[in-house]
T-cell receptor, first 114, second 108 residues
């Protein structure tokens, strides 16, 4: 049981390049999320998917697109990377524990855009 | 708008001292609050949730609806408690809002 996995772990892009961050979970969770973590800003929600086939914008969606490929996989795409997108990206999934929702996080992807 | 505020970016205490990490929230509904912790080189993980009223690793947090607070407390800090702590609010069935985090540094 690997939990939430993300690839790649590190990436350096030049301004204008595109890339896709991959995320997969093996916990049969319905909900999946993409966050970015910046110093002093905490975690900010980029996009989330409440269930397979649905996606919705979070707090900072501009410059990103997502695909919920199936129940397990949720990818984040940067079409034209900008230096402002330099950050650590976390994928998470959520199920229920009793009446409470708990999020499980991946190890993160450290992205640098030059 | 839903918000979570953690006023302290950095909190330094000596080993054995009490520690309190502050969290205030703004939410018009019935809040569901969590504390997450990120140890060095580890992934973010759940520490505790208010609905369980549990104590994990000696930490407790009480939801105070009157003061809209969910402060995290531990009576005697240990060096292994040094980490980044995030307060989080579940505000829409399965959407979460995280605070900016507090880095706890426990000195020997």
């Amino acid at each position: 049981n690997a939990g939430v996995t993300q690839t790649p772990k590190f990436q350096v892009l030049k301004t204008g390049q595109s890339m896709t961050l991959q995320c997969a979970q093996d916990m049969n969770h319905n909900s999946m999320y993409w966050y970015r973590q910046d110093p002093g800003m905490g975690l900010r929600l980029i996009y989330y998917s409440a269930s397979e086939g649905t996606t919705d914008k979070g707090e900072v969606p501009n410059g990103y697109n997502v695909s919920r490929l199936n129940k397990r996989e949720f990818s984040l795409r940067l079409e034209s990377a900008a230096p402002s997108q330099t950050s650590v990206y976390f994928c998470a999934s959520s199920g229920t524990s009793g009446r409470s929702y708990e999020q499980y996080f991946g190890p993160g992807t450290r992205l640098t855009v030059t | 708008a839903q918000r979570v505020t953690q006023p302290e970016k950095l909190l330094s205490v000596f080993k054995g001292a009490p520690v309190e990490l502050k969290c205030n929230y703004s939410y018009s509904g019935s809040p569901e609050l969590f504390w997450y912790v990120q140890y060095s080189r580890q992934r973010l993980q759940l520490l505790l949730r208010h609905i369980s009223r549990e104590s994990i690793k000696g930490f407790t947090a009480d939801l105070n609806k009157g003061e809209t607070s969910f402060h995290l407390k531990k009576p005697f800090a240990q060096e292994e408690d040094s980490a980044m702590y995030y307060c989080a609010l579940n505000y829409n069935f399965n959407k979460f809002y995280f605070g900016s985090g507090t880095k706890l540094n426990v000195k020997p």
